[in-house]
């Protein structure tokens, strides 16, 4: 991949129904480009899925990272048993011996239950969770679960699987007309509901690697925030995936896609200049895998029962 391939991976992540146009116009290249370049990327299989899901904080979530090691090879039966529980979206594993997952957690004794769930069946040698936050904060949502219609539900169960579906044939699929559609995907997204990305496995271009940088300080100011935030839009070599701050301690992790391990060390030497750094970690993913999560236990309720309780969602299943 190059820059380019990297910058289109960036904005679609952030939104996955962006208009060909419209990307064209950002990374300046000719409509047919994108398009190509973007089945490419699908038929590599880098792009794993388009999905339109609903946000986790509606349901109460956060967000955690769990850190983990170990002495001996991650098999493909450690990683699929670790993917069964229901708070996980995604593992990344570099070097068959090390990773990271991305988890979204409703109560500390639910990412208790999971910190302990990865202990006994990944029977890893070292193994950290961490409470974070975007370290860009996200629009949180204006409306709550309760103001989706049963058509938004209807909408997401087809979205979460194929979320570039073209406005006819999600019209087909869903028997709404294309003039509601529009007015409901707008709503929903107009009010923060929803999160329209992709799913990346970097590691298919055979050169990739996801690696978090864990960044330690003697202190965590909004000044220093804005001044890292401003260096990290400065990098224009490096494409840089999402990043978080540590609930409650002065700790970064910071996500990179690095295209050579000697990429990974330039990354790690630009970081070792940042102020007031005590210490600097870095986690090595690569070959990634996605699960479903406790949004998909919800939509297939909606799809298989045609109806539910959102509540339930939001405090009993929490």
């Known amino acids: 991949m190059d820059l380019v391939d990297k910058s289109l ?3 679609l992540e952030r939104n996955c129904r962006i208009a060909f146009t419209e990307l064209s116009n950002i ?3 000719p409509i047919d480009e994108v398009g190509s370049r973007t089945q490419q990327l699908v038929r590599d299989h880098i792009i794993l899925k388009f999905t339109v899901v609903p946000q986790p904080i509606l349901f109460g979530a956060k967000q955690a ?3 983990f090691r ?3 090879p991650i098999d493909l039966a450690r990683i699929n048993s670790l993917g069964i529980h229901p708070t996980v979206e995604f593992l990344s594993i570099g070097q068959n011996i090390e990773g990271f997952a991305l988890i979204h957690y409703r109560t500390l004794s639910e990412l208790f239950s999971v910190v302990k769930y990865f202990q006994k069946v990944g029977s890893f ?3 950290r969770a961490f409470q974070v936050q975007p370290l860009r904060a996200q629009k949180k949502p204006t409306k709550d679960i309760y103001t989706l219609q049963d058509i938004d539900w209807l909408i997401l169960c087809h979205l979460r699987e194929q979320g570039r579906l073209s406005l006819i ?3 087909t699929r869903t028997n709404i007309a294309v003039e509601t559609l529009v007015e409901r995907l707008q709503y929903m997204r107009d009010n923060h509901l929803i999160q329209e990305t992709i799913h990346i496995n970097p590691a298919k271009t055979a050169k990739e690697t996801w690696t978090i940088f864990s960044l330690k300080l003697t202190i965590f100011t909004e000044p220093l925030h804005e001044e890292l935030s401003r ?3 400065a990098l224009p070599s490096y494409w840089r995936t999402n990043t978080w701050r540590v609930e409650e301690k002065p700790i970064l992790l910071l996500g990179f896609l690095c295209s050579s391990y000697n990429e990974v060390e330039k990354i790690q030497n630009w970081l070792s200049e940042t102020p007031g750094l005590i210490s600097i970690e870095k986690i090595m993913g690569g070959v990634t895998y996605y699960f479903p999560d406790f949004r998909d236990e919800l939509l297939e309720e909606k799809r298989s029962a045609d109806w539910f309780k959102p509540e339930e969602w939001v405090s009993k299943k929490s």
């Open 65 to 67: 990272i769990i850190f």
């Open 9 to 11: 991976l960036f904005e």
């Open 169 to 171: 044939d999600l019209s």
């Open 70 to 72: 170990s002495s001996k």
């Open 27 to 29: 990374l300046n290249i």
């Open 125 to 127: 040698e070292d193994i």
């Open 231 to 233: 260096e990290l839009e």
